[in-house]
């Protein structure tokens, strides 16, 4: 039996518990379910919710449509650059980016492993949702990129995760060349653990909880801090020079160029 918690923030973000699993699905398919800053507030409320939830002992998140995240929402952040008061939009950016490293940061310490069902693109910060669970599983629409530096941005936020879980080497790649990779180059990279059929991406989801749910919640939870605090012990700092790494470009004539450039469907004529 599947039920619905309480209602969220924003009607983009959908919870339900069904069993030992929770789930959390991004519905803004109109956009590719592009991240609003209302929606990142929302997943924050979600993750917060499910911890609360002892019955619950893994959480998945995936998405509508055909995309899983399709990153950042680039009309939001061009419609809160005000050229009477370039402060105040310079304010709301770091703003808009701490609230993502704290969504990120919530994902690596939630005690319950986070299964990612990706069931399309996850570009920018939807790679970053990505990176920041503890399995993911993919289907063959799947893939995988870093498209911010074509818009004139950066994905410094991103970046230590991507290294952590692929490797400097592999990270570099895909950072500076701002590729999109497939879901087979992606279970080849070790980005993803396994690639199913479409349709069974729930079903399977559900499996790993079950596998999860053998085991003793609190070795569980220890196990993953040992991990994201032993193991990766350095990414919350590197994570927060990568906040402010990516707030800074934001405020860059290569990011007003870019943005507004993809707003207008144009190519960017670069300063």
């Not at 619905?4 to 959390?24: K, N, Y």
Request: charged share 20%; net charge negative.
């Amino acid at each position: 039996m599947i039920a619905e918690t309480a209602p969220q923030e924003s009607p983009h973000i959908q919870v339900r518990v069904d069993g030992t699993l929770g789930t959390i699905v991004l519905k803004r398919e109109e956009k590719r379910n592009a991240l609003t800053r209302q929606m990142v507030k929302a997943l924050q409320t979600a993750f917060s919710d499910l911890h609360q939830q002892v019955g619950v002992r893994a959480v998945a998140i995936t998405a509508a449509g055909n995309a899983f995240c399709a990153g950042t929402d680039l009309t939001e952040l061009h419609d809160t650059t005000d050229p009477e008061d370039p402060m105040a939009a310079q304010a709301a950016w770091f703003a808009d980016v701490n609230e993502m490293k704290l969504l990120l940061e919530m994902m690596l310490q939630f005690p319950k492993p986070i299964v990612a069902a990706v069931n399309g693109p996850a570009l920018g910060m939807g790679l970053g949702l990505v990176l920041a669970s503890d399995i993911v599983i993919d289907c063959e629409d799947a893939s995988y990129g870093v498209p911010e530096p074509r818009r004139g941005l950066v994905a410094s936020l991103v970046a230590p995760l991507l290294a952590f879980r692929i490797g400097g080497g592999h990270a570099a790649e895909l950072l500076l060349r701002a590729k999109t990779i497939p879901a087979e180059r992606a279970l080849q990279l070790g980005l993803c653990h396994e690639t199913v059929d479409a349709v069974k991406l729930w079903a399977r989801a559900g499996e790993i909880a079950n596998e999860i749910s053998e085991s003793a919640s609190e070795a569980i939870a220890l196990t993953k801090r040992n991990l994201y605090e032993g193991v990766g012990e350095q990414l919350s700092t590197l994570m927060s020079v990568g906040a402010a790494s990516t707030a800074t470009a934001r405020t860059t004539s290569a990011a007003s160029e870019g943005i507004a450039a993809f707003n207008e469907k144009r190519p960017p004529e670069w300063p």
